[in-house]
């Protein structure tokens, strides 16, 4: 029953910067961890980053670690991801993602999905 909506999607040149957003439905986002997935053109989805409700748990791809970083405003009921130094491998579907009552990295213990936002990374 949760419904999410990314934004913050674009056009960008090598190196620079984007940063998406995820906004709930809901009031607040419970005690839900928030996922970060992408899929790039004809390739499977893969995960990218995730944050637990406290922000104790916060997971992220090696390909992105150390350029992305995750972070959520509960009282906002919204989760970020902050990209820099983007390459042009970066390009995707991106799709923030909720799940019922655990932490994970796998797309299958997340239920509920967001409609997607494109980054395109030029180089």
């Known amino acids: 029953q949760v419904q999410l909506v990314e934004s913050g999607g674009g056009l960008v040149q090598a190196g620079g910067s984007l940063r998406l957003s995820c906004a709930a439905s809901?009031?607040?986002?419970?005690?839900?961890?928030m996922g970060w997935f992408r899929r790039a053109p004809g390739k499977e989805r893969e995960f990218v980053a995730a944050?637990?409700?406290?922000?104790?748990?916060?997971s992220y791809a090696d390909s992105v670690k150390g350029r992305f970083t995750i972070s959520r405003a509960n009282a906002q009921n919204m989760v970020r991801l902050q990209m820099n130094s983007l390459k042009p491998e970066d390009t995707a579907v991106y799709y923030c993602?909720?799940?019922?009552?655990?932490?994970?990295?796998?797309?299958?213990?997340?239920?509920?999905w967001g409609q997607g936002t494109q980054v395109t990374v030029s180089s």
């Open positions: 993602a909720a799940t019922r009552d655990i932490a994970t990295t796998r797309e299958a213990g997340y239920d509920y």
């Open positions: 809901e009031r607040t986002f419970s005690r839900r961890t």
């Open positions: 944050i637990n409700w406290s922000g104790g748990w916060i």
